[in-house]
Nanobody, 124 residues
Framework: QLPLVESGGGLVQAGDSLRLACTAS????????MAWFRQTPGKEREGVSC????????YYADSVKGRFTISSDNAKNTVYLQMNSLKPEDTAVYYC?????????????????WGQGTQVTVSS
């Protein structure tokens, strides 16, 4: 098991920034890929970004490239998602996810562990 707890969501205006945090408990993040997904009502959960703990490699969805940055602090068992230049279309519930192993899985069904989600709302 790998309990995950997200924090940092909120209501902001377009152009603002937010930083989401996801803290894991129970064990370290060695050989774990961490990811952020987002979901709006009626739509499938969308992969936003992920990071591999083995080599720090990252993936970003085209919709967030250049605006979002994923990073990890293994000493704190925490992964961050820095979101800049936020747009109304970024509004969603953001979920932290994790899976044991290497690589950069991009789809929600490839992940084993999930946080409870945090709401991000961007007003125009």
């Amino acid at each position: 098991q790998l309990p995950l707890v997200e924090s940092g969501g909120g209501l902001v205006q377009a152009g603002d920034s937010l930083r989401l945090a996801c803290t894991a408990s129970g064990r370290t993040l060695d050989y774990v890929t961490m990811a952020w997904f987002r979901q709006t009502p009626g739509k499938e959960r969308e992969g936003v970004s992920c990071i591999s703990s083995s080599d720090g490699s990252t993936y970003y969805a085209d919709s967030v490239k250049g605006r979002f940055t994923i990073s990890s602090d293994n000493a704190k068992n925490t992964v961050y998602l820095q979101m800049n230049s936020l747009k109304p279309e970024d509004t969603a519930v953001y979920y932290c996810a994790a899976v044991d192993g290497l690589g950069l899985p991009r789809f929600w069904y490839e992940y084993e562990y999930w946080g409870q989600g945090t709401q991000v709302t961007v007003s125009s």
